[in-house]
């Protein structure tokens, strides 16, 4: 399989997630494992640019976990608000504040962003953002898996 073709590795995820498992792109390394190529949106204690192990079971790639973490971390933003205006008003805001820190992000398109954090963005920034975003009543936001530099409680 050339370096370049992204394959599909599956996650399995928690009695909370909206199925059992999550499909997540990423590219076959020369040694057999897989670097995690797309945001997880709901796949915890994962990151993108993760190297992952993966077996292959029933016709598809099922994650190991983990073998070298990127020193990213997942963070979810959960959108509340029920008339979609402002739910739109909101996604668009929270993006303008990450794509002005330079931080990656995908949504679903609904209520539901993810972010991939490094240690090397502006954290003070990024935090008055999701303060911000928490006690404005915007939604609520979920750490995909800690990585040491994040804030404890943050």
């Known amino acids: 399989m050339p370096p370049d073709e ?27 494992t897989y670097i995690v190529d797309n945001i997880p949106f709901y796949a915890r204690d994962v990151a993108l640019g993760d190297e992952v192990g993966a ?22 933003f959960i959108v509340l608000a029920e008339d979609e205006y402002r739910a739109l ?35 003070d920034a990024l935090l008055v953002a999701v303060r911000y975003f928490r006690a404005s009543g915007a939604g609520r936001v979920e750490p995909g898996g800690l990585a040491p530099w994040w804030p404890a409680g943050a």
């Open 6 to 32: 992204l394959v599909r590795v599956s996650f399995t995820l928690g009695p909370d997630a909206p199925a059992d498992a999550e499909g997540i792109w990423a590219r076959p390394t020369d040694h057999g």
């Open 55 to 76: 077996d292959r079971e029933g016709g598809r790639l099922w994650s190991r976990g983990v073998i070298t973490p990127s020193g990213a971390m997942t963070l979810r």
């Open 89 to 123: 008003r909101d996604m668009r805001w929270l993006a303008a504040r990450l794509d002005a820190l330079g931080i990656d992000h995908e949504d679903d398109e609904d209520r539901l962003m993810v972010a991939s954090v490094q240690q090397t963005h502006d954290l």
